[in-house]
């Protein structure tokens, strides 16, 4: 079983910056993918930003060059930069844990909002 916990969210004026972390317990982090969703009310949770286990890294169109995400895997963590925010950006976002079908878990989720 493993767990994923989200940490770093919380209230930023618009243009300001927060970084997210995801915390794996567990061994085998290095061979997994990590993601980051988000969701807001009423709306389908979307993929913001994946990086394999070799680092290769994606974003959602809405987010490049705003958005970082990287991982540390001797710490079992994967974080997401974020810069320029927008009050579009606010919504809960979530870490995801994949190894391909084998492996599929979640965060609980922390508050992100962008609001002056």
């Known amino acids: 079983q493993v767990q994923l916990v989200e940490s770093g969210g919380g209230l930023v004026q618009p243009g300001g910056s927060l970084r997210l972390s995801c915390a794996a317990s567990g061994s085998g982090f290095s061979i997994t993918a990590m993601h980051w969703y988000r969701q807001t009310p009423g709306k389908q949770r979307e993929l913001v930003a994946s990086i394999t286990s070799g680092g290769s890294t994606n974003y959602a169109d809405s987010v490049k060059g705003r958005f970082t995400i990287s991982r540390d895997n001797a710490k079992n963590t994967v974080y997401l930069q974020m810069n320029s925010l927008k009050p579009e950006d606010t919504a809960v976002y979530y870490c995801?844990?994949?190894?391909?079908?084998?492996?599929?878990?979640w965060g609980q989720g922390t508050q992100v909002t962008v609001s002056s």
């Open positions: 995801r844990l994949t190894y391909g079908t084998v492996l599929n878990y």
